[in-house]
């Protein structure tokens, strides 16, 4: 029921075709149960010699005329009916993926990979099986049985029919009983697939380090272990398979011998005529595959069930944020300002920030620099709203964040996160990424101004180099210069650079941030770096620590201060100077 209940929507919306499907499935269970009545007739017929050519040509015209029907009713209603199975798996699917946008860092690290992926593939699938095959084997059980049990009834023998169908709800049982194993033992082979898969994702993935630590036996032998699983399971999923076709057979087979044998008798008694019987156990035939049927939708729904509850689950989880009811218009950004913004991860026990306080005008360069894990990448995280943010703390061009649009925000900003992440295209598509309709002139400029020109020119097919798997293809330093351009194709009003320029070495460096600040005069930019010189241009510099602000000023401020930035920008200077 809860199935029916998830997905009313659909029902509802597809109404008429499942009562299109359903009308005709109907028909054609009562329409097939003229063949059987016709040959009994002409076999009763034939015995009192009252068969005429006439009459059986009649009877074969009839028979060709019916299957014809029969085939365009059938086609129809399996296209109708699982042309929904296929919608609905489409439908569900889009669902996710816009539902999966808009969820932030959070909710993926309570929802693994795999999870997710078992959601948009195995799980819709079933969802689709129960809405397509499910409907299916229930009208079959319900229409198919009862038409054929009213036909016994009014043509044949009752006493005939409760005879011969004494073993048949045996039938449904067992299929029912050994379903649910079949079940369990196929979601537990599916569990150890996916396990494989997650073990094969990450062995690929991770090749090179597992060479260089000369683990490939040990991988090897991890993964033989695997698929010696999924397959000692799936063969556990084939034994109870095969036990359930033979048992079938016999139940049905007892079926038929009650049917010919206490039929027979019968006939001898003259309670029916022998044209009868043969009618009987043609239908008898019949009724076979509605109570398979059954068994077979009671354990389609079970998993459908299953699938659409855990779908529900991940649906119904809300983004931690959410705009206001009607969102302020603000122009453009014309001051970032944080006032005293603490901030602790979900899973976390120690703030990551604590008190940070700044105001940005338009048009400023930011630096933010500190010992690795003092906060800096978490600082811009903050900007980018990936978690919730205290309405208190946070206000761009004086007004809370809280009541401007999250779409706005991200309009404004472009992001080169420190682990960049490239898709699996062509240079030219991961730099258009933000910008699909950019002209070639305008990613030439971005790639020229992100110091990447020369690179791209070495490349076998130029911009059109497909970079591989998140860029395996390129350098460290040429997926960050790559992941700037991106960021510079879309000319925004604040840029967030979190370490892009860590691999690559300082002369290219000093030409980016140059051309940066060229390109980007009356822009807002902030930029965290390890290298100090990145940012000694900067209108203002953070030098944080354990999250909290330790020095802060411009480059000359600091260098007079004698704390922290001094020292690190001395031991630079020199280690530069060596490398010179
Ligand atoms: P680096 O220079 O190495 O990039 P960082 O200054 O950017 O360091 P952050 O990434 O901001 O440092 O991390 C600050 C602190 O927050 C660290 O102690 C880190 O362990 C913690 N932290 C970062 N991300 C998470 C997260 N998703 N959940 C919990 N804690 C986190
Ligand atoms: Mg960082």
Known sequence: MSFV??????FKDRGWSYAVAIALMATVSLLSMIPPKLIGDTIDSIKTDTLTA????????????????????????????????????KLL???????????????????STGQLMALATNDILAIGQTAGYGVMTLVNTLVGASVVIAMMLAYISAKLMIAALLPLPLLVLVISRLGKQVRNRFISAQESFGKMNDHVLESISGIRVIRSYVQENKDLRAFDEMTSEV?????????????????????????????????????FENEISLGQLISFNIYLGMLIWPMISFGEFINVLQRGSASADRLETALTQQPDLRDIESPIQVQAPTVIE???LSFTYPTATRPSLEEISFRLE?????????RTGSGKSTLLKQLLRQYPVDPEMLYISDISVENIAQEQVKRWVAYVPQEHLLLSKSIRDNIALGKPDATAEEIDRAVE????????????????TIV??????????????????????????????DDSLSAVDARTESRIVHQIRQERAGKTTLITTHRLSAVSHANWILVLDEGRIREQGTHEQLMLLGGWYKEQWERQQMEASLDE
Not at 5 to 10: C, M, S, T
Not at 93 to 111: A, E, I, V, Y
Not at 362 to 370: D, K, P, Q, S
Not at 483 to 495: P, V
């Open 5 to 10: 209940i998830r997905l009313k929507w659909f």
């Open 362 to 370: 338009r048009g400023e360069t930011l630096g933010i620099v500190g």
């Open 54 to 89: 006439s009459g059986l040509s009649q009877t074969v015209l009839w028979l060709v005329c019916l299957s014809v029907f029969l085939y365009v009713m059938v086609y129809t209603w399996i296209t109708t009916l699982f042309g929904n199975s296929a919608l609905i798996e």
């Open 93 to 111: 699917r889009g669902r996710l993926l816009t539902h999966l946008s808009k969820m932030k860092p959070s909710f993926f690290q309570r929802n």
């Open 449 to 464: 101004m992100a110091s990447f020109t020369q690179d791209i020119a070495q490349m076998p097919e130029g911009l059109g």
């Open 468 to 497: 591989g798997e998140n860029g395996v293809m390129l350098s460290g330093g040429q997926k960050q210069r790559l992941a700037i351009a991106r960021a510079l194709l879309i000319d925004s009003e604040i840029l967030l650079l």
């Open 338 to 340: 944080l006032k005293r």
């Open 231 to 267: 397959m000692n399971k799936n063969k556990r999923v084939s034994i109870l398979n095969a036990l359930f076709q033979p048992l079938i057979s016999i139940i049905v087979g007892v079926s038929y011998c009650i049917g010919i044998g206490y039929g027979s008798y019968l006939v």
